[in-house]
């Protein structure tokens, strides 16, 4: 684990206001700052319009909640 991207996890929870939310624009991934905690809240549904398939963008979107939950934890804030 990059010790810069635990520490830029840290930073960026710490801008996020408590109700705040993050787009994460490559598996469109929406999630809220709620009582000290990164929440998420919503997923971008997949169009036929996408350059990927219905299968990869679930499988980005599983993979960017895993490196995120990894990160932030590392940075002791609690992704659910």
């Known amino acids: 684990m990059d010790p810069n991207h635990v520490e830029w996890s840290r930073r960026h929870f710490a801008t996020m206001k408590d109700g ?13 700052r709620r009582d000290g905690e990164l929440v998420l809240i919503d997923r971008m549904p997949h169009t036929e319009e996408m350059p990927v398939t219905p299968e990869q963008l679930a499988e980005q979107q599983r993979s960017d909640i895993a490196v ?7 940075a002791g804030i609690t992704v659910r």
């Open 68 to 74: 995120i939950t990894a990160h932030f934890g590392a």
């Open 20 to 32: 705040g939310v993050w787009g994460v624009p490559r598996s469109g991934l929406i999630f809220q």
